[in-house]
């Protein structure tokens, strides 16, 4: 398996743009999260779905955040318009149910998004 | 809130030493703890879950739950440099589906 595939992997853009990122799951995985990387912040949940319904979408910032899973193999997240705090790194992951209720995660490489 | 609390370090040893790691966390009712780590640049790789209370070996790591006092810890046996990265503590929902993570304690083990 090719693991979690994100694109783009790095992506530059201008303050009102809008930003698209891009996740294709781990096949036979149904849970598929959203999560952004930051040094003040941390690791935090923005969006999590389940066999492409979103479940809790309480960590998503603000109303120009936007995500959606159209099918089991693929995810969107995004951003209009951005802004330079959006800059951070968005990780997705997928997982399975594991045994005794241990949901293990697997990430994906990272998209770096740099809002000027 | 739900929160997961980490000692940013950095935590430094010396090569072959045993370096503790620490967390603590909010939610009573998590029921299932993730030690992640992560090297500068890369994303988030698993080194092991523990659930129940007591210890949990795999190799040279240790995780350590106590429940009652809210507690997860990493021991890392025989620290190489290659263990130098942030190790991210983190916990389930009480649903079992989603983790929440610390910002993680940085690690640098010296040659």
């Known amino acids: 398996d090719a693991g979690v595939i994100q694109s783009p992997r790095h992506e530059v853009t201008e303050m009102g743009q809008e930003v698209t990122l891009r996740c294709k799951p781990i096949s036979g995985h149904d849970y598929l999260f959203w999560y952004r990387q930051t040094m003040m912040r941390g690791l935090e949940l923005l969006i999590y779905f389940n066999n492409n319904v979103p479940i809790d979408d309480s960590g998503m910032p603000e109303d120009r955040f936007s995500a959606k899973m159209p099918n089991a193999s693929f995810s969107t997240l995004k951003i209009q318009p951005s802004e330079p705090r959006d800059s951070a790194v968005y990780f997705c992951a997928s997982s399975g149910t594991g045994g005794s209720g241990a949901n293990v995660l697997t990430f994906g490489a990272g998209s770096r998004l740099t809002v000027l | 809130q739900k929160e997961v609390e980490q000692n940013s370090g950095p935590l430094s040893v010396p090569e072959g030493a045993i370096a503790s790691l620490n967390c603590t966390y909010s939610?009573?009712?998590?029921?299932?703890f993730f030690w992640y780590r992560q090297y500068s640049g890369k994303s988030p790789e698993l080194i092991m879950f523990?659930?129940?209370?007591g210890d949990k070996e795999d190799g040279r790591f240790t995780a350590q739950l106590n429940k009652a006092s809210q507690y997860v810890s990493l021991l890392i046996r025989d620290s190489q440099p290659s263990d130098s990265a942030t190790y991210l503590c983190a916990f389930s929902n009480q649903a079992g589906t989603a983790l929440i993570f610390g910002k993680g304690t940085t690690l640098s083990v010296s040659s």
């Open positions: 523990i659930y129940s209370n």
């Open positions: 939610d009573r009712g998590s029921q299932s």
